[in-house]
């Protein structure tokens, strides 16, 4: 049972570009959304994260977008860099924690020089 | 960098043997949660620790069991394992009142034959 469908599973860019990774939940209780970013033979950092409360919220480079009533939320990189390629989650919580983070399967993300 | 770390980095182990993996979690943080990471594949909520009470569990058979110390160090603990049991085993602290932030360690590679 998949509870944050994630998309693309990979996505190739030119630099400069905006890759845009999109994720759906289903869980209505769900009222907190990060996202991560993971290199090779690392743990996942937390980079942004959002509140349904908010439509958007910008953090840098990286800008989370959250659709309510669609329950949907992506995530914009802006003037991509090559150091930006690394493997990207959206994950959802709520109920105040005790249930973990549900993940996505990740997005491996490729920024062409 | 986060302050979380984790040892061993990696273990390789047989079907039907026990594994202890452990956990520090960062400086003021009170809460642990554990993750297993297959490969290709987003992290899955095992079960998160609060001052030393289990208080959240996903859908991991009851071989997956843990502990957290007054430190709020922790440890993982699977019996009997099984080929499937192979994956990055992460954990992630927080402080209680702001569980959402959730900081990962760099992981346990596990394997087994």
């Known amino acids: 049972q998949q509870q944050v469908k994630q998309s693309p599973q990979s996505l190739i860019v030119q630099k400069g570009g905006i890759p845009i990774i999109n994720c759906a939940y289903e869980n209505t209780a769900f009222d907190y959304f990060p996202w991560y970013q993971q290199f090779p033979g690392k743990g996942p950092a937390l980079l942004i994260a959002?509140?349904?409360?908010?439509s958007e919220k910008k953090e840098g480079r990286f800008t989370i977008s959250f659709n309510k009533s669609a329950k949907q939320f992506s995530l914009h990189i802006m003037d991509s860099q090559p150091g930006d390629s690394a493997t990207y989650f959206c994950?959802?919580?709520?109920?105040?924690?005790?249930?973990?983070?549900?993940f996505g399967k990740g997005t491996h993300l490729i920024i062409q020089p | 960098e986060t302050g979380v770390t984790q040892s061993p980095t990696h273990l390789i182990k047989t079907r039907g043997q026990q594994v202890t993996l452990r956990c520090s979690s960062q400086?003021?943080?009170?809460?642990v949660s554990w993750y297993q990471q297959a490969l290709g594949q987003g992290p899955q909520f095992i079960f998160q620790y609060y001052r030393e009470e289990e208080n959240g569990r996903g859908n991991f058979p009851p071989r997956f069991s843990g502990l957290q110390f007054p430190n709020y160090s922790s440890e993982l603990n699977v019996n009997a394992l099984e080929l499937d049991d192979s994956a990055l085993y992460l954990c992630a602290s927080s402080f209680g009142g702001q569980w959402e932030t959730q900081y990962f360690g760099p992981g346990t590679r596990l394997l087994v034959l």
């Open positions: 400086s003021g943080h009170n809460t």
């Open positions: 959002i509140r349904p409360d908010v």
């Open positions: 994950a959802a919580a709520g109920g105040g924690g005790a249930d973990g983070l549900t």
